[in-house]
């Protein structure tokens, strides 16, 4: 089983920045990792992806320019630089881990990841 631990999350004005934080423990491989995050009444959609191993990093279009994922092996974290933040960002961000290396990670599905973080709240005000 892995075990997905988000920090980093809280209140900023519109074009501050954050940086969240996710720790993994473990012992299933896992092939992708990424940041997802829900606002109230919203289904959770994917922000960012990334392989663990070589591959592509994928964005959602609204945050692509702004946002940043990155990874941390020897420690094993994944990161998420959020920069230019705006008050459509607001949201439960969760940190993900998919053991699933068929998974079309461009998608972004949530469905395709089985391990998931408690969140972490982001609140940007205008």
């Known amino acids: 089983q892995m075990r997905l631990v988000e920090s980093g999350g809280g209140s900023v004005q519109a074009g501050g920045s954050l940086r969240l934080s996710c720790v993994s423990s473990?012992?299933?491989?896992?092939?992708?990792m990424g940041w997802f995050r829900q606002a109230p009444g919203k289904e959770r959609e994917g922000v960012a992806v990334s392989p663990t191993g070589s591959g592509s990093i994928h964005y959602t279009d609204s945050v692509k320019g702004r946002f940043t994922i990155s990874r941390d092996n020897a420690q094993n974290t994944l990161y998420l630089q959020m920069d230019s933040l705006k008050p459509e960002d607001t949201g439960t961000y969760y940190c993900?881990?998919?053991?699933?290396?068929?998974?079309?990670?461009?998608?972004?599905?949530?469905?395709?990841?089985?391990?998931w973080g408690q969140g972490t709240q982001v609140t940007v005000s205008s």
């Open positions: 473990g012992r299933t491989y896992i092939y992708y």
């Open positions: 993900a881990a998919s053991s699933d290396w068929r998974i079309d990670a461009y998608l972004m599905r949530p469905d395709d990841y089985a391990y």
